[in-house]
């Protein structure tokens, strides 16, 4: 049955969707069992507690059995399972030049639709499927070996790339998580921002094409958001420039 039951399941994931773990899994207990385009109406306009975000979660998982041919009043809402993610941090501008971070709350979620004859008992609880952005940050560190001498001067070439929006380097940003050069010579950077929402990754891409076309150096520019970067990411120098131009708090 167990088999049977994981064949038929509409599950989708999510990290990092912005919710609180407590506010997910109430509004979660609310709904589970129900039909699902019951529990996504419900979700999204009451009554009791509304989740928009789990409720466009919904949207997706509904879509997908459509796409099987599965109509959403045939299937229930199984599961659903929330644990805490990373923070997203956010520059909050103050009065007189003085800015800090604010930070958004989210969690990793997953949702299970299930058709209404084979619906066993609604689970809710802590998700084991999904990764933490925690145990991701953990595997990737272990990954890396020490850069070479040619990565290392990669890496120094990318302090002349500034973030227009703060005014410092990117790698005392903590935007450089990794270059790696392949055997025939192409650097492969890998970096991130505050954000995904970020509107600046195609400026950053001219700014890394302009400094390393002075090198001469091929690169591969790789954008990676999970796990979210935090103002702990920040190098001492980083700090001081910040303060510098008027952040208050790290």
């Known amino acids: 049955m167990t088999s049977l039951l994981k064949a038929v399941d509409i599950t989708v994931r999510e990290q990092q969707l912005r919710v609180t773990r407590d506010d997910a899994s109430a509004a979660l207990e609310r709904v589970l069992g129900e039909p699902a385009g019951q529990a996504r ?6 009554p009791g507690r509304t989740c928009e ?3 466009r979660m919904l949207d997706r998982a509904l879509a997908q059995a459509e796409e099987c041919g599965l109509a959403s009043d045939a299937l229930v ?13 956010r520059i909050r501008r103050k009065a007189h ?4 971070w604010i930070s958004s709350p989210t969690s990793d979620v997953e949702l299970v639709l299930r058709p209404k004859g084979l619906a066993a008992v609604p689970q809710a609880g802590p998700a084991a499927a999904p990764m933490t952005a925690q145990a991701a940050r953990g595997e990737r560190v272990r990954e890396r070996a020490p850069d070479t001498e ?10 002349d790339v500034i973030d227009p929006d703060l005014g410092v380097n990117v790698v005392d940003m903590g935007f450089v998580r990794q270059v ?9 950077i890998t970096m991130t921002l ?15 094409k302009a400094v390393l076309a ?19 990411d920040i190098s001492a120098d980083g700090r001081e420039q910040l303060r510098a131009i008027g952040f208050s708090a790290f």
Do not use: H, K, Q
């Open 214 to 232: 002075e090198s001469g150096t091929e690169f591969v520019l790789v954008w990676e958001w999970l796990p979210s970067w935090r103002p702990g």
């Open 41 to 46: 109406a419900r979700l999204r306009f009451g």
């Open 180 to 188: 790696r050069i392949d055997d025939d010579g192409v650097a492969t």
């Open 150 to 159: 040619a990565e290392r001067a990669v890496r120094e070439a990318l302090y």
């Open 194 to 208: 505050t954000s995904a929402a970020c509107p600046l990754t195609e400026v950053m891409e001219r700014n890394v």
């Open 77 to 89: 809402l199984a599961a659903g399972f929330a644990v805490p993610a990373e923070d997203i941090v």
């Open 53 to 55: 975000p789990l409720a």
């Open 97 to 100: 030049g003085v800015a800090d």
